[in-house]
């Protein structure tokens, strides 16, 4: 069993920058594809980025490549979202997910969920 948990949201203007981090607590940290999702108001929930478990690949949703950055801290058990130059269509509950050792841009595939965190992106 995997928990997760998300911090790092707000609210934050047109332009701005936020970094979401994702703590996991699990002994095999670095066996698992770590990712982000987000799900908007009405919308399905949706890939945003995820990174490899072994070469530290990252891959991203053509809407947010070159503006989101994800890393992950292997000896702290915790992946982060950089989050620049944010859009008003950014604005999401984020979810961090954890998946072993294969990444999915399918949500139905991802092993485990955080509890989410709000973003917020105001026009």
């Known amino acids: 069993q995997v928990q997760l948990v998300e911090s790092g949201g707000g609210l934050v203007q047109a332009g701005g920058s936020l970094r979401l981090s994702c703590a996991a607590s699990t002994r095999t940290f670095s066996n698992y594809v770590m990712g982000w999702f987000r799900q908007a108001p009405g919308k399905e929930r949706d890939f945003v980025a995820h990174?490899?478990?072994?070469?530290?690949?990252?891959y991203y949703a053509d809407s947010v490549k070159g503006r989101f950055t994800i890393s992950r801290d292997n000896a702290k058990n915790t992946v982060y979202l950089q989050m620049n130059s944010l859009k008003p269509e950014d604005t999401a509950v984020y979810y961090c997910?954890?998946?072993?050792?294969?990444?999915?841009?399918?949500?139905?595939?991802?092993?485990?969920w955080g509890q989410g965190t709000q973003v917020t992106v105001s026009s």
């Open positions: 997910s954890a998946s072993y050792r294969t990444g999915t841009l399918d949500r139905r595939n991802v092993g485990y």
């Open positions: 990174i490899g478990w072994n070469d530290f690949t990252t």
